[in-house]
């Protein structure tokens, strides 16, 4: 219990999550406006940009200083939300270890049991894949599991086949699938370069994918098209599926962005994974989908709230 005469620890952590996410979105401000403003015919004002640089170093500080006060107070924030939970964590190509370790970290003191980590390849999410993915999850698809027929992409497909091969049946811990099927189907993608895991990979009822900082432009359209629809069609089959990546994921042709119009109510996205408050956003996230809540946080536009509802006591 807090004392009478300061906040509780959720008290602080709030603050910090306002103060820190507030000063960040300051520093891209004053790092794109004066330049955008200044781009007449004249010349950006050296004055201006001179003031402008030293307000964004303030802000970076402070910023960082917030997240620290984030890190400090997250581990105790978490601990025992996610007490006999099973949470599986897939990682794109793309995502950042230190990203990875760090929500691992959190999980562990949430008293999640991490089923594994499913590592997806560049080739998974690709074009050049494309084709292929289809056919070895159509050969190998876990009995009385279905592919859809309407839409025929290859995320979708994966996602129809991988499952079952990676969950429980929602709302129990009974594998959807047989330990045979599991093995073919996992074995087959991971001899055809498609997915990469050491050890084995238990069922879980939740997943969290992590993402890098793609904004799905350019080449990069068809992976972070194909892994929205991936990321869709694991989520109906969960008790909960969070997906988190860097702030650009967030833009409309990335991971995120593409994924915040969805309405599946197992499905919760995070972007800011480079921030400690982003990290905690993702194990609460998980948290509020196995109390049948969703949302989208982070410090983008997009986004719906920083992180999901925090307790002040």
Do not use: C
């Not at 964004?56 to 620290?68: F, G, H, K, N, Y």
């Not at 959807?176 to 093995?183: G, I, N």
């Not at 498609?194 to 068809?222: C, H, Q, R, W």
């Amino acid at each position: 219990m807090a004392g009478h005469n300061g906040q509780g620890r959720g008290g602080f952590l709030i603050a910090g999550l306002g103060f820190g996410v507030a000063a960040g979105t300051l520093l891209g401000a004053l790092v794109i406006s004066p330049a955008t403003d200044g781009l007449g015919g004249s010349g950006i004002d050296q004055q201006q940009l001179d003031q402008a640089n030293s307000q964004a170093e303030i802000a970076r500080a402070q910023a960082d200083s917030a997240d620290s006060v984030v890190a400090e107070l997250a581990s105790g924030s978490v601990k025992g939300t996610l007490e006999d939970s099973s949470v599986l964590v897939i990682r794109t190509a793309d995502a950042d270890d230190e990203d990875v370790s760090a929500v691992n970290s959190l999980l562990k003191d949430a008293g999640a049991h991490t089923t594994g980590e499913l590592r997806l390849t560049e080739l998974f999410s690709s074009s050049d894949g494309a084709d292929r993915l289809k056919s070895i999850v159509a050969n190998t698809l876990p009995t009385g599991a279905q592919l859809n027929e309407k839409d025929l992409d290859p995320g979708t497909h994966a996602g129809d086949a991988l499952g079952p091969a990676l969950l429980n049946k929602p709302g129990t811990k009974d594998p959807a699938a047989s330990e045979k099927d599991r093995t073919l189907l996992l074995e087959a993608l991971k001899g055809e370069g498609f997915i990469n895991y050491e050890d084995s990979l238990e069922p879980a009822n939740s997943v969290i994918l992590i993402t890098g900082d793609s904004d799905g432009s350019g080449d990069k359209n068809f992976d972070a098209g194909m892994l929205a629809n991936f990321s869709r069609s694991l989520a109906v089959q969960s008790d909960g599926l969070v997906v988190a990546g860097r702030i650009h994921t967030a833009a409309d042709s990335g991971l995120l962005g593409q994924l915040r119009g969805s309405k599946i109510k197992e499905l919760s996205t995070v972007d800011s994974l480079d921030q400690d408050w982003g990290r905690l956003g993702v194990v609460l996230a998980v948290s509020e989908l196995l109390k049948d809540q969703h949302g989208h946080y982070g410090a983008a536009a997009s986004a719906e709230a920083v992180v999901p509802h925090l307790s002040k006591d």
